[in-house]
């Protein structure tokens, strides 16, 4: 079955600092990754997606990911954290031939940010 | 617009009540789905509406009973309810062949069930 492993449960972060969140998929020929965020009591937002090209994606709010198809990995990055930032975050996959609707999710990194 | 709405926000129930939770969007999206989410968890597939018509039952207990009487609009009704059907119900949306566009959610309906 496809995965996708996002190592770290929670990271808090300072205020201004960067921020790297982890997440691996289950290696497949033909993969769409992205990222999602949510708020407290609030439904998913899209960050960013993969689909193909450029290996390095940016999304909103100034956040950016990386795909890296030799690691299997698509980690979300940003250079400088705001305290509105504070929030869980989802890493997602869907696989080509899997389903044209299925959407494999991580468990989720809350995310936060220290004053 | 590049909204999903749903209704209503909030929603208590006891175990014996019908209730049903509304979803809409004017994006021109022909897939259409539920999920549920737990406190502290992913949120999980239930079904999946394609051109108006279920395409994906993920087993879902019958007391969950969809609908989705045109391309903008999806329901769930509810009937006969447990305490741990309680969670935030998620509609979403997205182009037909959705792993490539991408999903939009919409805010949820947070559900407790007394």
């Known amino acids: 079955a496809q995965s996708v492993t996002q190592l770290d449960s929670q990271v808090p972060v300072f205020e201004e600092a960067p921020v790297e969140l982890r997440c691996n998929y289950s290696s497949s020929v033909s993969v769409y990754l992205f990222w999602y965020v949510q708020y407290p009591n609030q439904g998913l937002q899209l960050l960013l997606k993969y689909l193909s090209g450029s290996t390095l994606v940016k999304g909103i709010n100034g956040f950016e990911a990386e795909f890296n198809k030799s690691q299997t990995s698509f980690h979300l990055r940003k250079p400088s954290v705001h305290i509105s930032d504070t929030a869980e975050y989802f890493c997602?996959?869907?696989?080509?031939?899997?389903?044209?609707?299925?959407?494999?999710f991580g468990k989720g990194t809350k995310l936060s940010v220290i004053p | 617009d590049t909204e999903v709405t749903q209704t209503p926000k909030h929603l208590v129930m006891g175990m014996t009540n019908k209730k049903s939770l509304k979803c809409e969007q004017h994006m021109g999206h022909r897939a259409m789905y539920w999920y549920k989410q737990k406190a502290k968890k992913p949120p999980e597939l239930m079904f999946v509406y394609s051109y108006e018509k279920l395409s994906i039952n993920e087993s879902v207990p019958s007391r969950f009973s969809p609908e989705c009487p045109n391309s903008s609009l999806l329901n769930l009704h509810l009937h006969a309810l447990q305490p741990e059907d309680s969670a935030l119900y998620l509609c979403?949306?997205?182009?037909?062949?959705?792993?490539?566009?991408?999903?939009?959610f919409g805010s949820g309906t947070r559900l407790t069930v007394v």
């Open positions: 997602a996959a869907s696989y080509s031939g899997a389903g044209s609707y299925q959407l494999t």
């Open positions: 979403a949306s997205s182009q037909v062949g959705g792993q490539s566009y991408g999903y939009t």
